[in-house]
């Protein structure tokens, strides 16, 4: 079993920047990718950005020029660098987690909340 702690969410001025964090604890040695996909009130849950094995990155559109994901010095957490928030950037944001053989883990998620 894996488990993803997710962090960094809160309430935010428009304009302004948070920083998402999630850790992956539990039997992992590798991972093929990980990423935040976010689900606003009465919205499907979509892709926000991921990061693969690679390094390779992609972001949805409505995010690219403002966000940045990253992998943090080879431990399993990534950070979501969000600048330039906007009120309709309001949502729960979720980790998930790509593991080798079709292992795929969510984590709770973390609320962010971008006010006029």
């Known amino acids: 079993q894996v488990q993803l702690v997710e962090s960094g969410g809160g309430l935010v001025q428009a304009g302004g920047s948070l920083r998402l964090s999630c850790a992956a604890y539990g039997s992992i040695f590798s991972f093929n990718a990980m990423g935040w996909y976010r689900q606003g009130p009465g919205k499907q849950r979509e892709l926000v950005a991921e990061i693969r094995s690679s390094g390779n990155t992609d972001y949805a559109d409505y995010v690219k020029g403002r966000f940045t994901i990253t992998r943090e010095n080879g431990k399993n957490t990534v950070l979501l660098h969000m600048n330039s928030l906007k009120p309709e950037d309001t949502s729960v944001y979720y980790c998930?987690?790509?593991?080798?053989?079709?292992?795929?883990?969510w984590g709770r998620g973390t609320q962010v909340t971008v006010s006029s």
């Open positions: 998930k987690t790509e593991l080798p053989f079709s292992r795929v883990y």
